[in-house]
């Protein structure tokens, strides 16, 4: 089946440092790429929609200019957060589509602590 | 807003217990996903189901879709301590390209 990696899986950052973490597709073309993020013991929450060549779709209540994500190629796409702080803390999840794109695939995450 | 809820969110049981969990909605999804998730992982997809009133079954794990497709149901039989896990229902709306709604999770331990 298709693969989709994150990268890096666990980041340790200082409180005001910027984090970029990256989502690849590696063996498919993803125009729509997906970023949640889940909460220990919780489900995923949708942050926002990756769209290549386009800006990115948010979810309400999700800042943009905190969160920055770039879609440059049909196998990339980042998500930067900037100015990180403790409550940013969590398990950052990026899902891509593939074909008609009933199927997503998803990565295997990458857990951010900020201290 | 669709919104899928997911019932129960937290379960205990003893190894060789039965145990079904439950999503249900308001909106008609195209189809809808369950996954399991480990910690530290991102979640992996169990099964679709598509049709109204389908049932899918993964060895000891069964799937119903609803009639309506609105609602769904995954029952495992005879438990196991490897079935312990985070399972999540998700729907599919209308095309591609669409994110998933994820029900809030059930957090499922067999006790050996």
Known sequence: GAVVSQHPSRVICKSGTSVKIECRSLDFQATTMFWYRQ????????????????KATYEQGVEKDKFLINHASLTLSTLTVTSAHPEDSSFYICSAPQGTGVRQYFGPGTRLTVT | TQLLEQSPQFLSIQEGENLTVYCNSSSVFSSLQWY????GEGPVLLVTVVTGGEVKKLKRLTFQFGDARKDSSLHITAAQPGDTGLYLCAGVTTGGNTPLVFGKGTRLSVIA
């Open chain 2, 36 to 39: 399991r998730q480990e910690p």
């Open chain 1, 39 to 54: 909460f220990p013991k919780q489900s995923l929450m949708l942050m926002a929609t990756s769209n290549e060549g386009s």
